[in-house]
């Protein structure tokens, strides 16, 4: 059995900074992808950043220049740095992680960018 936990989130200014973190436990045989993923209200969730066991990283376009994601394969997990943060980027954020060739879902996280 496997389990992500996801930390992190919460209430920030705009053009603040947050540090989500996303870490696997459990009968670990594989590490592949890790990446992150956000939903905001009424929307379908959408890729935020991708990283592979090789460190190739991926960004969407709306984050690029902001957000930057890494892993420590030491730890089994994978981090979200977003600085500069916008209001748009409000939505809970899910850490998704290819373990043991299958693919998991962390529970999810709030980050919230308001005044």
């Known amino acids: 059995q496997v389990q992500l936990v996801e930390s992190g989130g919460g209430l920030v200014q705009p053009g603040g900074s947050l540090r989500l973190s996303c870490a696997a436990s459990g009968s670990i045989f594989s590490i592949n992808g890790m990446g992150w993923y956000r939903q905001a209200p009424g929307k379908q969730r959408e890729l935020v950043a991708a990283?592979?066991?090789?460190?190739?990283?991926n960004y969407a376009d709306s984050v690029k220049g902001r957000f930057t994601i890494s892993r420590d394969n030491t730890k089994n997990t994978v981090y979200l740095q977003m600085n500069s943060l916008k209001p748009e980027d409000t939505a809970v954020y899910y850490c998704?992680?290819?373990?043991?060739?299958?693919?998991?879902w962390g529970q999810g996280t709030q980050v919230t960018v308001s005044s």
């Open positions: 990283i592979t066991n090789g460190g190739r990283t």
């Open positions: 998704k992680v290819n373990l043991n060739w299958n693919d998991y």
